[in-house]
């Protein structure tokens, strides 16, 4: 007896469910069992009302460990940076941080779904916004409230994108990440 395969389609849809659980969850900002429930329900719902292209040249990948470390690092960074905002409307303008700049950041993945979480997980985060993203690989436009420099909010979202490209990119995407990452350093020497 064979074991059961699940198709990649399927695998997708249940990646995409999972995906609007967890931010169903984080929006509503209450993990209780009656709003992971409803979250779980529409959130079937809508993966079954609208289904996802199976176009095959984007595909789901999730490596589960990958995975979590990035949700327990997302979920630490929203703590840090919740902290940070409400210290920005707390504190008197005289000691404000708030220097708020647009910064045009290229992503190097050439996946539409890696850039749109990315993209989210940058929305998602107190003080930063995603304004814009055009082409492809994307060049995503960032709000960021308290700006340093462009190199540094470029360092930050590389570093995201590093983080969700493991533990969501395909084998080939998780490479070409590794590789343009070498080629910065040897240019930086």
């Known amino acids: 007896m064979t074991a059961p395969t699940v198709r990649p389609s399927t695998l997708g849809r249940g990646a995409i469910a999972l995906w609007l659980v967890v931010m169903w969850v984080l929006l509503w900002g209450d993990l209780t069992l009656p709003n992971v429930l409803s979250g779980t329900v529409i959130a079937i719902a809508l993966v079954v009302a609208f289904p996802p292209d199976d176009t095959n040249d984007d595909p789901v990948v999730v490596r589960p460990i990958k995975a979590l ?26 000691r404000s941080d708030i220097h708020p700049a647009v910064v045009a950041v290229p992503l190097r993945t050439t996946s539409g779904r ?5 993209a989210n997980a940058i929305t998602l985060t107190p003080g930063t916004l995603t ?59």
């Open 69 to 94: 470390g990035f949700l327990l690092w997302f979920l630490w960074a929203l703590v840090l940076t919740n902290v940070a905002v409400a210290k920005e409307v707390l504190a008197p303008a005289s």
């Open 114 to 118: 890696l850039a749109t979480l990315v």
């Open 131 to 189: 304004i814009d993203a055009r082409g492809r690989p994307a060049v995503l436009f960032v709000h960021v409230l308290s700006f340093e420099s462009v190199e540094a909010t470029r360092a930050e979202v590389a570093d995201l994108e590093r983080r969700i490209v493991e533990a969501f990119g395909t084998d080939a995407e998780v490479a070409r990440l590794g590789a343009g990452a070498e080629a910065e350093e040897a240019d930086a020497s």
